[in-house]
Nanobody, 117 residues
Framework: VQLVESGGGLVQPGGSLTLFCAGSGFTFHYYVMKWFRQAPGKEREYVAG????????NYAESVKGRFSISRDNRRKTVTLQMNDLKDEDAAVYYC???????????WGRGTQVTVSS
């Protein structure tokens, strides 16, 4: 099983960035996909999630209206479009896959997002 994130980088405040997560080794379309992030010295926090069929999406209050999650089950990818980035969005962003009724899931290794002028 692999979850591989990509797309992180350095962006100025107010800028945009798109993160990608590619899954393999599991039945992707059975899994709820989520993005989390962790800033230095802080706990990992939930950012956004999308149901297995892509029909429902959910966002943390801090990113509502700025971030958008989507998935492509044929390509086994999930995307996080991030707009109007703020300093506080800087973190390592992680992709997670979990079946709805399962306790455990899979994590990617993360991709770094740096927001700085």
């Amino acid at each position: 099983v692999q979850l591989v994130e990509s797309g992180g980088g350095l962006v100025q405040p107010g800028g945009s960035l798109t993160l990608f997560c590619a899954g393999s080794g599991f039945t992707f379309h059975y899994y709820v996909m989520k993005w989390f992030r962790q800033a230095p010295g802080k706990e990992r926090e939930y950012v956004a999630g999308v149901t297995s069929d892509g029909g429902r999406k959910n966002y943390a209050e801090s990113v509502k209206g700025r971030f958008s999650i989507s998935r492509d089950n044929r390509r086994k990818t999930v995307t996080l479009q991030m707009n109007d980035l703020k300093d506080e969005d800087a973190a390592v962003y992680y992709c997670r896959a979990k079946q709805l009724t399962a306790t455990n899931g899979y994590w990617g290794r993360g991709t770094q997002v740096t927001v700085s002028s």
